[in-house]
């Protein structure tokens, strides 16, 4: 036994601990900054809450309005599920200091599991290509939004190069390791009963090296492949891509009421009944006056900021959107984007500081503006397009409530037909008096 072969295992262990640290540790952060949002009690229904998991997270129902992109993305998911499931061996491996340690367990199902595994890496690899096509090639509005400038548009061909790269690692992995065992090399020797089909049409391509440089380059693959994935697992909570592991909770908390239905709030009521009648307010005249609506994250609940930490990006709400389409400031998926933007600030500040001081910022007016909110339609658009259920409208309720509850920042137009209602108990300016004629048909 050489002295590598008793490091070896020793260092991955200790690369394996500090990868499942560091991911735990950002995890942990997410969950905490979550959890600054408002209690919201969503339960009740949950055959409905596991439909929803199983066609919408798992089976991407609404991506099959478009069944091209959504196969293709659906071939991305499995290989980012499924051929991982090979790290498990790849982990037994490395803290072992084996080599394919499942051989002798699997026998002749070895071979058919690998097999499956490359060819789907081989369609991760085309899918992963297609996608780079179109975010270069053609001319896609969502994909080309000025939402996506900088760090966004980054994030995604980080991702898919990191795909490619990883489904290649694989695949030459593989190669060299069959190549050497057909070559009966004592370390790799295995008694694998069957072939690797794709990974063995590489064997043209190092037929030619030495038993020595095929060895290292084994080991080197294998080394970057597994910290190929532990990197990707890190930088999967700082991406869009996070949404690959939240869309199931937030599947599961999606609102099953009526997508038109709008909340109210108790304590608007309250306060009327209180202004109407006196003698119902506290007599120490304490009356706890909530802020109404939301100015920063803080005010939104808990499902609005799961919300902000699962959205894919891809912009569907967007395209979908009237007020979007017709050259108006507001996109559903800038409303999300600038959300988690913030909360991402606060989560920092809370972190930082073990509590929240005001920094004299907030998520209305510094992330999002008021021309935004103004122009929302309240058609529920954005909510029916988003694969994973999100509700961009929701958050854009609460500060437009915001807005005209505690600021009375409002356009004429909205002014005046407050002024109705509060007055005349419609939206026109006419006598409540002669409702009777004014309501017949003409």
Known sequence: MT???????????????????????RGKLILKTIKLGRNEKLNGQKIE?????????LGQRK????????LLHLIVYAGFIIINIEIIEIILDGILGQHRLFVPVLGSVYPILINAFESLAVLVLLACLVFIIRRNLRAITRLQSTDLDGWPRKDAFIILGAELLLMSLFLVMNASDTLLQERGQLAYSQHITGN?????????LFSTWSNEALSVLERTTWWFHIVGIYAFLNYLPYSKHLHIILAFPNAYFAKLEPSGKMENMPAIQQEVIYAMQPELAPPDGNIHAPRFGARDVMDLSWKNLLDAYSCTECGRCSS?????????????????????????EVGRAVAANRTWQDDGRSLLHDFICV??????????????ECPISLNPLDIILQLRRNLVMEESNTPAEWATLFGNI???????????EDREKWIQPT
């Open 3 to 25: 002295i590598l072969s008793l490091v070896e295992p020793l260092l991955f262990t200790a690369l394996t601990i500090l990868a499942v640290s560091l991911v735990a540790k």
């Open 371 to 384: 021309e935004e909110i103004n122009a929302c339609t309240t058609c529920n658009a954005c909510v029916q």
């Open 63 to 70: 991506m099959f309005r478009k069944p091209g992109v959504a």
């Open 196 to 204: 690797f089909w794709i990974s063995s049409m590489l064997h043209p």
């Open 422 to 432: 509060e007055n005349n108990f419609a939206p026109w300016k006419f006598n409540p």
């Open 320 to 344: 979908a959107c009237p007020a979007n389409q017709t050259g108006k400031l507001l996109s559903p998926r800038k409303i999300m984007m600038a959300t988690r933007d913030r909360l991402e």
């Open 49 to 57: 809450r596991w439909k929803n998991v199983l066609l919408l997270a």
